[in-house]
């Protein structure tokens, strides 16, 4: 097997810390970023990367390239989630929002792009969601985002393959992950009285799924299993829940209205 070096954002918990111990596992040398210095269990390396400020990002991936002269592949698993109404939502929630899942995706592959395209290779694998493929109640901006990076990494695939750069787009369904206990909550939608009774079902179901969910080493091994694959496909549905491979096949062939409504009664909304 090639020992590839790869950097995995968002390394320091959840998804990113069970990729970059799966790869680890398989005998690459993976490098992990979080916005605090910390050290890894994982046995991956780990360096200070804020994906908002394209300086700290840079400077990161530039201690790589002077230590490895290459980077073979990205993970862009970064992000956050803020629940809340899509109307309530502040300014400032929706600029963390967006800045960090949408926006620390682009800033990362910006920064490693020039770096590949020298290479003429490269693998980028950006995290998006089923959230990504429709919109999940009281998750606005997190949809949002995901659905930005979406329409982002289609386009940068069609522009970098070129260069002999693959991008792929991975959609996990919910995981039982630090994620759920990180999530923000709009205090303006709790004190809503027109949101907050439906807002309190909402993010119950939500909650349940995630910590009922599988635990992140699953995606690990898949990813692990795209890091391996010659030929990977742009876009990859991971979860091992039915009925959530099942409501991403059925947004694509229903009525827009239908599915709407089968998302209402699912939800509770």
Do not use: W
């Not at 993976?30 to 605090?36: H, I, L, N, P, Q």
């Not at 659905?147 to 990494?153: N, P, R, W």
Request: charged residues 20%; contains cysteine.
């Amino acid at each position: 097997m090639e020992r590839k070096i790869i950097l995995v954002t968002g390394a320091s918990s959840g998804f990113g810390k069970a990729i970059a111990a799966q790869l680890v596992k398989e005998g690459h040398f993976v490098y992990g970023t979080s916005r605090k210095t910390t050290v890894s269990d994982t046995g991956c390396t780990m360096l200070q990367m804020d994906v908002t400020d394209r300086n700290s990002v840079a400077k990161a991936i530039e201690q790589i390239i002077a230590k490895q002269g290459r980077i073979d592949v990205v993970v862009n698993n970064a992000g956050i989630g803020i629940g809340g109404s899509a109307e309530l939502a502040t300014e400032e929630e929706i600029a963390l929002q967006m800045n960090t899942n949408f926006g620390g995706t682009v800033n990362v592959c910006s920064c490693v792009l020039p770096y590949m395209r020298k290479q003429r290779s490269g693998l980028i694998i950006n995290m998006s969601s089923i959230g990504g493929v429709f919109g999940i109640p009281y998750q606005g901006f997190y949809s949002a985002s995901k659905f930005a990076i979406e329409g982002y990494s289609e386009t940068l695939s069609l522009e970098t393959a070129q260069f002999g750069i693959k991008v792929v787009i991975v959609e996990p369904g919910d995981f039982c992950t630090e994620f759920t206990g990180n999530r923000k909550i709009s205090a303006a939608t709790q004190n809503n009285a027109d949101y907050r009774n439906s807002f309190a079902r909402v993010l119950k179901n939500i909650e349940h799924d995630e910590t009922h969910g599988a635990k992140p080493e699953y995606l690990a091994k898949k990813i692990a299993k795209i890091v391996a694959c010659k030929r990977p496909r742009l876009r990859y549905v991971v979860t091992p829940n039915p009925i959530q491979k099942l409501s991403v096949v059925l947004s694509k062939i229903m009525c827009g209205r239908h599915f709407q409504a089968l998302l209402r009664l699912f939800y509770k909304v």
